[in-house]
């Protein structure tokens, strides 16, 4: 946006009611605050390390399976 844009904007702005102006800036840094969470640092791998399932790590999916179906019957039967 263009400094003219911004000046005539701001004199848009002063014709509004105090309630109006700070339902403005309300909005403002609202809409402010969601463009700086989509625009954060990605995550790093390193940050997530240990967080992945054996899947991951080379375990067969099937032994993965039938390990979480027995432990849970274990944990059923006690």
Do not use: F, N, Y
């Not at 014709?15 to 990605?42: G, V």
């Amino acid at each position: 946006m263009s400094a003219r844009e911004l000046e005539a904007l701001t004199r848009q702005a002063t014709a509004l009611s105090p309630d109006e102006k700070l339902q403005l800036a309300a909005i403002l840094i609202d809409q402010a605050r969601q463009d700086q969470q989509r625009e954060a640092a990605p995550i790093r791998w390193c940050d997530i390390r240990g967080t992945l399932p054996a899947l991951v790590m080379g375990e067969d999916a099937q032994v993965r399976v039938s390990r979480s179906r027995d432990e849970g019957d274990e944990r059923g039967h006690r």
